[in-house]
C-alpha cells in the first residue's frame, strides 16, 4: 500500500517561493522602461555643436562622424530609406510631448559652429573629469548655446567609459557636452558590439562596420545615442527613469539597450541591412548614400522601443 509522508509548512513555502521567484525575476529582467518628463529644458529648433578631436584620428575616421552629423537633417533619395534624418525625427518628437500645447513639432537643426583638434594629448591620456572640463571650456569658449562634443582616440582611456555605458553626456556648470571615445582598443567587447564579439551575455553574429572601421562606426552609434540624451535631458531634469544607481539615469536610446532592428534578442541585433558589396551591416541611409547603424530609440508617443527596420 503506497504512502505519502506529511510536508511540513516551511518546506512548503519554500517550495512554493523556488517556482514563484524565477518567474518574478524574469518579469523584471523584462519590464519596460517608461520615462517620464520632468519638467526640465530640453534642446528644440537648434543644436550647435563644438567638436573638440582629442587625440590622433585618421582621416576616415572623422569622415564618417562628420558624415554622419551631415546627415540628421539630410532627406536623400526615396530609393534611400530609412534614413538617418527620420531617426532624428524621432527624437525631435520629445519636443511635442515636452510642449502639448505645440500642433507642429519643429526640425532641430544641427550645424558644427566649430572644430579643434588636439593631436598632441595636451592633458595626457588618462581622461579625468577635470580634464573634460578643461576640454569643455576650450571647446566652447564658454559659449553656453553650444554643445562640446569631445572625441577621443583609441589611445585615450576615458573617465567611467567601457563600465556601463559607452558615452558620457552632462553639464559643467551651465554648459552641456557630451563625451564618446573610441573603443576599439580599450574596450571592444562591451562598446564595440555588434561589430565586435560581446564580452557578455549570448553571443550572436557579429557584423562587419557600415564604414569600414570598427572603431568609428561604435562611436556613431555611442555619439548617437550622446546627442538623443542631450536633446531630450540635457541637465537631468527632463526625459529619464531613475537608474539602479542614482547618478546613472535611463534615457531615450539607454531605455533600449542593444537593440538595433525589430525583433531583437540579447546577442542578436534584430532586423538589419547588409551591404552586397562591402558586407557592412547597417540600418540607415545617410548623406550621400552613406550608411549607418543607429540606435533604437524609446518612442514617447508609444512608450516602447523604435527602430528604422
Not at 11 to 20: E, M, Q
Not at 180 to 208: I, K
Amino acid at each position: 500500500m503506497a504512502s505519502s509522508l506529511p510536508i511540513s509548512r516551511p518546506l512548503a513555502l519554500a517550495f512554493i517561493l523556488l517556482l514563484v521567484l524565477p518567474l518574478a525575476l524574469e518579469a523584471k529582467l523584462h519590464a519596460k522602461p517608461v520615462l517620464t518628463y520632468h519638467r526640465g529644458p530640453i534642446i528644440t529648433g537648434r543644436l550647435n555643436l563644438s567638436l573638440l578631436w582629442y587625440g590622433q584620428f585618421g582621416r576616415s575616421q572623422k569622415n564618417a562622424i562628420r558624415t554622419f552629423i551631415k546627415s540628421l537633417n539630410y532627406n536623400g533619395r526615396a530609393n534611400f530609406q530609412p534614413q538617418v534624418s527620420t531617426w532624428w525625427e524621432m527624437v525631435g518628437s520629445y519636443q511635442s510631448m515636452a510642449m502639448k500645447h505645440s500642433r507642429k513639432t519643429p526640425r532641430i537643426q544641427v550645424n558644427v559652429v566649430k572644430q579643434i583638434t588636439d593631436d598632441s594629448f595636451s592633458l595626457g591620456k588618462v581622461m579625468s573629469k577635470d580634464f573634460i572640463k578643461t576640454l569643455v571650456q576650450k571647446a566652447t569658449a564658454g559659449n553656453r548655446n553650444t554643445v562640446a562634443v569631445i572625441f577621443t582616440s583609441r589611445q585615450v582611456t576615458a573617465s567611467d567609459l567601457c563600465s556601463g555605458q559607452c558615452f558620457e553626456h552632462g553639464v559643467i556648470g551651465k554648459q552641456p557636452y557630451i563625451l564618446v571615445g573610441n573603443p576599439e582598443t580599450e574596450c571592444p567587447g562591451t562598446c564595440a558590439w555588434p561589430f565586435h564579439r560581446s564580452d557578455y551575455g549570448l553571443q550572436g553574429v557579429t557584423l562587419q562596420p557600415p564604414n569600414g572601421n570598427i572603431g568609428a562606426d561604435a562611436m556613431v552609434i555611442h555619439f548617437a545615442s550622446g546627442l538623443a540624451s542631450t536633446v531630450t535631458n540635457p541637465f537631468k531634469t527632463g526625459f529619464y527613469q531613475p537608474g539602479r544607481r542614482s547618478d546613472v539615469l535611463i534615457e531615450a536610446t539607454t531605455a533600449c539597450p542593444g537593440i538595433f532592428g525589430s525583433g531583437a534578442l540579447p546577442g542578436y541585433t534584430g532586423k538589419v541591412r547588409v551591404d552586397p558589396i562591402t558586407g557592412g551591416g547597417f540600418n540607415a541611409h545617410g548623406y550621400k548614400g552613406r550608411k549607418f547603424m543607429l540606435p533604437a530609440i524609446w518612442n514617447p508617443k508609444t512608450s516602447s522601443c523604435w527602430t528604422l527596420l
